[in-house]
C-alpha cells in the first residue's frame, strides 16, 4: 500500500476509565483532539480540540467521574454543551473534504489498540453512527515504534517512547492536546529517521462466512465463551457487540441447547490472542438492557460446536451466500420447489440462491425429515424480504423464519443425524415427592372459559404436533399457552391444556376440533377437546381429589364444575428436597397444613404439571419477537435484600399501578428464608416492558435489582 500524504493522530476520552482501561466501563466518549501530519514535509499542520456532549447527559446529571475530572480537568459544564459525537465526527469530515482533499489521503495513527477498537468503534455502533470507510483502518504507534525501533524494549505508553528517542514531554498544554501533541513529536522522529507507514491495521465491520472442519487447527487463545445473549441475536448481531474486534471468518458458534434451540450462549474466535483479549474487557457490557458475560474458551470447544465432516453441509455452505435462514415447521412433504414457491410468492418476493440446489433439508438418519430447513440468499435485501415471511403458511402449517449461520448449519445436521439424539430419554421427573407440588403462578386461574383441554393424545405428541391439529386456532394460544401434563412417573398422560385468548377462541376452538384425528407419521388418533377454565385447569394439575360416588372425570362437555377443596399441602420440611424434581421452579412461600376432609378420598396417582422443556412454540429467537398479545406476565426481580418487604417492591414500583400487594410474591428457600428473587404478576405485557426498561439495576437499598420476564 502506497504511504499517505498526511497522519492523523486521533485521541479521546471517555467520561469514566481512560489510559489502559479506556472503554473498558462502557463510559460515552467526552473528548475528541485530532492532530495531522504533513508527512511530505514533516511537520503539523492542524489540531483540533473537541469537547463531546453525551448521550446521557442532562443538565442535572453529574456526567464526569471523579476519576475522570482529576485526570483530565474537563469542565462538566463545557461538556453539557458541547456538541454529541454524530456531529463532532461530522465536523471532522468535513475537515477532510476540505482541507486533506479528501478519503485515501491519510491515516490515523492512534497510541495502542484502545482508541479504535474498545472506545470509538463500539460507541458508533451503539449510537448507529455510520463512520465513513476511512474509520476502518489505522496504525498502532506502539505497534510500528517497536518494529522499526528493534531494541526498544517494554514500550507500554507514550512517556517510554519519548524516552527512547530523547524527547522532552510537552507539559504546558491541556490535556487531550498535550497527548496528541507528544504523539505527534513521536510520529516526525520516525519519520525523519526514515520509518514509512504503509500497512495500516483493518478494523472488519461484519463478521464473513466460513466453514470450521472437525480437523481444523485453531488457537486455543483466540476464542471466548459469550453467555446471556438474546435469543434473537445473530451472528451479526454478536459481531456489532464485538465491534472494533476482528472476528476470523465463520467465527461466531452460536450454541444449542439438547433440543436444538439457542440457549443464550456462543463462541466466538478472533482472529489472534490480541483481540481475544481485548474482547475479554467486554465481559458485563450489555446489548440493550442485558449484560453480557465474556469468558475464555478453548479451540476444542469451538470444534465442538461449529465443525462437522458433512459433505452434503459443506457443499451447500460453499456456495458463498451472503445470508442463511433456517426455516422451522415444515410439513414433512415439503418439496424445494415448494419452499422457491413461498419466498417468491406475494409483495414480498425475493430469490433463494441457486434454485433448488440452494436448499438443504434436514433429515434423521433413517432419512425422515425433521421439518427444518436452511435457504441461501445472494443479498442483505433480499434475506430482509424473506425473513418478513415469518409464520406465514404453507400448506396447513405456520413456518418460522430466522437468520442462521454456518456454524448452526453444521450443529444442527451433527445433531440430527447421530441416532444418540433419538434414543429414549430418562424420565422428566424421577424421585417424585409424595404431595402435589405445583408452580401455581404461572398457571391460569379464575372461572373465565378460555382454555381448552385435550385428551387422548397419542404418548410421542409434541407441541408441534398440537399447534399442527388446532390448526388456524393455534394463532389464539397466548404466550407460553401450551400446557403438557405428566404422571408420577413422568411419562406422558395423553392430556394437554391450552390458554386462548379469548373465552371465544377456546370455544370455537373445541367445537371445531372436537373428537378430530391427530396424525403422528402413520398413526392417527380422534383427540377429545373441551372448553374449561383456569380452576379447573388447575384441579387437574394438582390431581384434584375425587369426590366418593361420582364419576372422576373432572371436566366434560357441556358439564359444570363444583371445586373440590384444595389437596392437602405440607409445610417445606414435609416435602422431600430433590435437585432433580421440578428444577424450574419452588414453592414461593410455606403453606400451613390443612386436614383433608372425611368426605374425599385421594387420586390414585398424582398428576404433576411439567412446563414443556421451553415456551411455546419453542423457537430459537426471542418469544417477545413472535407475539403481539398483551395479556398477563410475570416479571423476576433478582438480587434483593433478604430484608426487603411487601412495602419495599411497592415502593421500588411506584408510578405503576398494576403492581398491587396481591401481585408480588417473594420467593423463599427450603429452609423458609428469602432467596433474594420476587415474583410481580402485570396485567399486560407492555407495561411489563416498560418497567424493565426504566427500573432495570435500580436499586433498593444499597443493591441494584436485576428485572427479566419470567
Same mark, same amino acid.
Given at each position: 500500500m502506497a504511504a499517505s500524504a498526511y497522519l492523523v493522530v486521533l485521541y479521546c476520552a471517555t467520561a469514566g476509565q481512560n489510559d489502559e482501561n479506556l472503554g473498558a466501563d462502557e463510559e460515552e466518549i467526552v473528548l475528541l483532539v485530532w492532530l495531522v501530519i504533513d508527512v511530505t514535509n514533516n511537520k503539523v499542520v492542524a489540531v483540533q480540540h473537541c469537547n463531546v456532549k453525551p448521550q446521557t447527559a442532562d443538565i442535572n446529571d453529574v456526567v464526569l467521574t471523579e476519576e475522570c475530572r482529576q485526570q483530565t480537568g474537563l469542565d462538566e459544564n463545557l461538556i453539557k454543551c458541547a456538541q454529541p459525537l454524530d456531529q463532532v465526527l461530522e465536523q471532522f469530515d468535513q475537515f477532510v473534504k476540505t482541507k486533506l482533499q479528501g478519503e485515501g489521503s491519510f491515516q490515523f495513527v492512534t497510541d495502542g489498540q484502545l482508541h479504535f477498537r474498545q472506545c470509538l468503534h463500539p460507541e458508533a455502533g451503539n449510537k448507529t453512527i455510520e463512520l465513513p470507510?476511512?474509520?476502518?483502518?489505522?496504525?498502532?504507534?506502539?505497534?510500528? &515504534?517497536?518494529?522499526?525501533?528493534?531494541?526498544?524494549?517494554?514500550?507500554?505508553?507514550?512517556?517510554?517512547? !519519548?524516552?527512547?528517542?530523547g524527547i522532552e514531554a510537552d507539559e504546558s498544554t491541556e490535556f487531550g492536546i498535550r497527548q496528541a501533541q507528544d504523539i505527534g513529536k513521536?510520529?516526525?522522529?520516525?519519520?525523519?529517521?526514515?520509518?514509512?507507514?504503509?500497512?495500516?491495521?483493518?478494523?472488519?465491520?461484519?463478521?464473513?462466512?466460513?466453514?470450521? =472442519?472437525?480437523?481444523?487447527?485453531?488457537?486455543?487463545?483466540?476464542?471466548?465463551?459469550?453467555?446471556?445473549?438474546?435469543?434473537?441475536?445473530?451472528?451479526?448481531?454478536? %459481531?456489532?457487540?464485538?465491534?472494533?474486534?476482528?472476528? %476470523?471468518?465463520?467465527?461466531?458458534?452460536?450454541?444449542?441447547?439438547?433440543?436444538?434451540? @439457542?440457549?443464550?450462549?456462543?463462541?466466538? @474466535?478472533?482472529?489472534?490472542?490480541?483481540?481475544?483479549? #481485548?474482547?475479554?474487557?467486554r465481559h458485563k457490557h450489555?446489548?440493550?438492557?442485558?449484560?453480557?458475560?465474556?469468558?475464555?474458551?478453548?479451540?476444542?470447544?469451538?470444534?465442538?460446536?461449529?465443525?462437522?465432516?458433512?459433505?452434503?453441509?459443506?457443499?451447500?455452505?460453499?456456495?458463498?451466500a451472503q445470508v442463511i435462514v433456517r426455516m422451522r415447521g415444515l410439513p414433512y412433504d415439503t418439496s424445494a420447489k415448494d419452499i422457491i414457491t413461498f419466498f417468491a410468492s406475494g409483495d414480498l418476493y425475493c430469490n433463494v440462491m441457486d434454485g433448488e440446489d440452494g436448499i438443504l433439508f434436514v433429515h434423521k438418519p433413517d432419512g425422515r425429515a =425433521?421439518?427444518?430447513?436452511?435457504? !441461501?440468499?445472494?443479498?442483505?435485501?433480499?434475506?430482509?424480504?424473506? #425473513?418478513?415471511?415469518?409464520?406465514?403458511?404453507?400448506?396447513?402449517?405456520?413456518?418460522?423464519?430466522?437468520?442462521?449461520? =454456518? %456454524?448452526?448449519?453444521?450443529?444442527?445436521?451433527?445433531?440430527?443425524?447421530?441416532?444418540?439424539?433419538?434414543?429414549?430419554?430418562?424420565?422428566?421427573?424421577?424421585?417424585?415427592?409424595?404431595?402435589? &407440588?405445583?408452580?401455581?403462578?404461572?398457571?391460569?386461574?379464575?372461572?373465565?372459559?378460555?382454555?381448552?383441554?385435550?385428551r387422548g393424545l397419542p404418548f410421542e405428541a409434541r407441541v408441534e404436533n398440537i399447534l399442527e391439529f388446532l390448526g388456524e386456532h393455534a394463532k389464539s394460544i397466548v404466550y407460553q399457552g401450551v400446557h403438557m401434563v405428566f404422571n408420577a412417573q413422568g411419562q406422558p398422560s395423553g392430556e394437554a391444556f391450552i390458554q386462548m385468548n379469548s373465552d371465544h377462541a377456546a370455544f370455537m376452538a373445541a367445537t371445531e376440533r372436537h373428537h378430530k384425528n391427530m396424525f403422528i407419521g402413520k398413526k392417527q388418533r380422534y383427540i377429545e377437546v373441551f372448553q374449561c377454565s383456569g380452576d379447573d385447569m388447575n384441579v387437574v394439575l394438582q390431581g384434584g381429589p375425587l369426590v366418593v360416588?361420582?364419576?372422576?372425570?373432572?371436566?366434560?362437555?357441556?358439564?359444570?364444575?363444583?371445586?373440590?377443596?384444595?389437596?392437602? =399441602?405440607?409445610?417445606? %420440611?414435609?416435602?422431600?428436597?430433590?435437585?432433580?424434581? #421440578?428444577p424450574m421452579h419452588t414453592s414461593l412461600s410455606p403453606i400451613s397444613p390443612v386436614m383433608r376432609p372425611a368426605s374425599y378420598m385421594s387420586p390414585l396417582s398424582p398428576v404433576y404439571y411439567w412446563p414443556y422443556p421451553s415456551p411455546y412454540p419453542s423457537p430459537p429467537v426471542s418469544p417477545t419477537s413472535y407475539y403481539h398479545i398483551n395479556g398477563p406476565t410475570v416479571v423476576v426481580m433478582r438480587g434483593l435484600p433478604f430484608n426487603s418487604s411487601l412495602a419495599d417492591i411497592l415502593s421500588f414500583f411506584h408510578g405503576f399501578h398494576e403492581v398491587q400487594p396481591e401481585s408480588v410474591q417473594i420467593h423463599r428457600n427450603a429452609d423458609g428464608r428469602p432467596s433474594g428473587d420476587a415474583y410481580v404478576t402485570f396485567l399486560s405485557r407492555n407495561e411489563a416492558e416498560r418497567a424493565i426498561q426504566e427500573k432495570n439495576r435500580h436499586n433498593i437499598g444499597n443493591r441494584y435489582i436485576e428485572l427479566f420476564m419470567a
Open positions: 470507510n476511512y474509520f476502518y483502518s489505522f496504525f498502532d504507534m506502539r505497534k510500528e &515504534f517497536q518494529k522499526f525501533y528493534h531494541q526498544a524494549q517494554n514500550i507500554t505508553c507514550i512517556k517510554d517512547m !519519548l524516552d527512547y528517542v513521536i510520529l516526525q522522529r520516525m519519520i525523519y529517521d526514515g520509518h514509512a507507514f504503509d500497512s495500516p491495521e483493518p478494523v472488519n465491520n461484519r463478521v464473513e462466512a466460513g466453514i470450521c =472442519t472437525k480437523d481444523e487447527e485453531i488457537d486455543t487463545n483466540s476464542v471466548i465463551r459469550a453467555r446471556g445473549l438474546p435469543w434473537q441475536s445473530s451472528d451479526q448481531d454478536i %459481531a456489532k457487540f464485538f465491534r472494533g474486534l476482528n472476528i %476470523a471468518k465463520g467465527g461466531v458458534a452460536l450454541c444449542l441447547s439438547a433440543q436444538g434451540r @439457542r440457549n443464550g450462549e456462543a463462541l466466538v @474466535r478472533f482472529i489472534d490472542q490480541e483481540h481475544r483479549n #481485548l474482547a475479554l474487557k450489555h446489548i440493550g438492557q442485558r449484560y453480557i458475560e465474556v469468558y475464555k474458551a478453548s479451540g476444542e470447544d469451538f470444534i465442538n460446536v461449529a465443525a462437522g465432516n458433512n459433505n452434503e453441509a459443506t457443499a451447500f455452505l460453499s456456495r458463498g =425433521t421439518g427444518d430447513a436452511f435457504v !441461501l440468499f445472494t443479498s442483505e435485501e433480499d434475506a430482509v424480504k424473506a #425473513l418478513k415471511k415469518h409464520r406465514e403458511i404453507i400448506g396447513s402449517r405456520y413456518i418460522e423464519l430466522f437468520r442462521s449461520t =454456518t %456454524a448452526e448449519v453444521q450443529q444442527v445436521l451433527n445433531r440430527t443425524m447421530d441416532p444418540k439424539t433419538y434414543e429414549q430419554q430418562a424420565p422428566l421427573i424421577t424421585n417424585v415427592p409424595q404431595v402435589p &407440588f405445583i408452580p401455581q403462578h404461572i398457571i391460569t386461574s379464575g372461572s373465565r372459559k378460555d382454555c381448552v383441554r385435550l360416588n361420582r364419576a372422576p372425570s373432572l371436566i366434560s362437555p357441556g358439564g359444570t364444575l363444583s371445586l373440590p377443596q384444595p389437596y392437602p =399441602t405440607f409445610p417445606y %420440611a414435609a416435602i422431600p428436597q430433590s435437585p432433580t424434581v #421440578l
